[in-house]
Structures are given as C-alpha cells and as structure tokens.
C-alpha cells in the first residue's frame, strides 16, 4: 500500500476535511471512489481506521497512528518534489488565465512575489471566466482563476478568496441603502449576462427590495474598468451616478475618498472566487506548488 501515496493522500485529504463528500470534491474524485479507497486500506491493514459521524469523521485509535506515519510519508514526498521544481521549472513560463477583477486587481498585487516563490516566470491571459475554462480544457493555460464556477467534469475547483460586490458612487452615499435610495439614483448597469449583475438582483430579492428593472438606468456596461470610470467623471450635481463592482477593483479609490460604498441594507454581496486546473494534472508538482502558494494569501 505504501508505494500507491494517491491512497495515503485521499486518507490524509478526509482527515483535513473531516468530510468524505468534502475530499471528493477537493481531490477531483466520486465520493464512491473515496470510500472505495478507505475501505482497501482498511481492508489491507485488517483494523478499522475512521468512524463516520453526523458532524464528520473520527480517527480511530489505529487511525490516529496511521495519520502519524502518514503525515511523515507527505513531508518526505514534498521535500522530494520541491527538488525535483528545481529541475522542472527552468526557463518555464507559468500560464494564468484570470477573469477580469482578478487579473486587472487583485493578481497584480502580488504579482512579483508569486514570480519569486514559483521559480518562474509568469503570464497572464485576462478574460471572462468560461473563455478561461475553455483555455483550460484546451491546454492553454496552466491554471485559471475565475469569478464563478463554471461545471466542467473535467476540471478541479478549489475556493480561493471571498470577494464582495458593493454600490458605489463619486457622491457620499448612506453606507446602507434604502429601497428608495436605490430607485433616486442614476445606474451604470452591468450587461445583463453578468455574474455580478446576477449575484445584485437575488440580493435584491432577498431584501424585497424593487428589481434592477425599476431603476433609472443610464447606460449599460460589461468591463468593470469603464464602469469605475464612467461613476468615477459622472457628474457631482443633483442624484448620485451609481453602479456596482467588486470591491477589489476600488480599494484604493475608496480608501483615498474619491469614491464612496454603500450596501443593500444589512446585507453584504458575496461570492467566491475559484483556482481551477484539469484533474489529469491534479498530482503534478508544478501545479501543486503554485495552488499551494495561492491558498496561503487568500
């Protein structure tokens, strides 16, 4: 059993999740196929290993010593693979494909210390998250960092950051809306195929707040980058311009009081952001490296 890690692996995988459904879905696998893979070492070391609860799973007390020797078996093949990154990754270039907050906001911050922690360098296809997954499938990129989750069988997502959708406004707005603030204002309107504009009607309907329909809508926009500009030069007379952006793409802006944020009553639009990769490369080392990287600055 020792010489198939991808066992060990999917064992260690359950015990952080504390979840069979929860590992299945981090590995890429069917949840049957976990099961199937804790029954035969269950079955080779003749012991039971793991009790499944209503909130998790428990170790037993011969699983407690498996998950030692285990955890020593993961630190050795680490330590391998990094050596073997250091032969990998000469004069390679890493392939982001990123949707168009992550790629124009939150990636360059940290742009230059990702370069220096992979061992490479890095390029960056900024898009709309399904062109991203399809450049994905079609072996263009490498990894693809996305805004919503696209269904895919054959690709592996893994939640990354929390981003939050906010109103916002060159004029000083209440920092909770009320319905009738919403319907004074002028709207810069995301197109109606957008994720964001999505995730503001159901928080709308969640407020019983008037639809997006009802508002007095001035134009409509697809890139966030026009959409801030357009809020950013609207005119400071009379009701505020308004529209609504990832929060990321007006830290600054926001910080420095040249624009200003309100919510939707007591509510906060949220949504995930995802890493994803093809599930064939789900045990390479180069991958596995720059995942690993990601998730510790989420």
Request: proline share 2%; charged share 30%; glycine share 4%.
């Amino acid at each position: 059993m020792l010489t198939d890690f991808a066992k060990i692996e999917t064992f260690l995988t359950v015990v952080r999740e504390k979840s069979f459904s929860k590992a299945s879905a981090k590995l890429g696998i069917s949840q049957p196929a976990v099961t199937q893979q804790m029954k035969y070492i269950e079955e080779y070391l003749d012991t039971k290993i793991l009790e499944r609860k209503k909130n998790g799973i428990r170790l037993t007390k011969e699983g407690t010593m498996l998950h030692s020797i285990a955890l020593k078996l993961e630190k050795c093949v680490t330590n391998a693979e990094k050596e073997l990154l250091k032969i990998m990754n000469k004069d390679v270039t890493f392939v982001f494909g990123a949707s168009f907050i992550i790629g124009n906001y939150i990636l360059p911050r940290f742009l230059n210390d990702l370069k220096e922690n992979i061992h490479n360098d890095v390029s960056i296809n900024v898009t709309v998250s399904g062109q991203a997954i399809e450049d994905l499938l079609d072996k263009k990129i490498d990894i693809a960092l996305v805004e919503n989750y696209v269904p895919e069988e054959n690709i592996i997502y893994r939640e990354w950051m929390d981003d939050e959708i906010v109103i916002f406004s060159n004029q000083k707005l209440p920092t909770r809306a009320k319905a009738k603030d919403l319907l004074s204002y002028k709207w810069v309107c995301r197109n109606p195929d957008s994720n964001t504009r999505a995730i503001f009607k159901e928080s709308l309907e969640k407020a019983n707040f008037p639809d997006c329909d009802a508002f007095d809508v001035t134009s409509e926009v697809t890139s966030a980058t026009t959409i801030v500009q357009t809020v950013l030069h609207a005119s400071k007379e009379g009701a505020p311009t308004v529209s609504i952006v990832s929060r990321n793409a007006i830290d600054t802006l926001l910080k420095t009081g040249v624009l200003f944020e309100s919510r939707i009553g007591t509510q906060k639009m949220h949504r995930k952001l995802y890493i994803a990769y093809r599930k064939d490369r789900k045990h390479d080392a180069f991958i596995e490296n720059v995942v690993d990287y990601l998730l510790k600055i989420k």
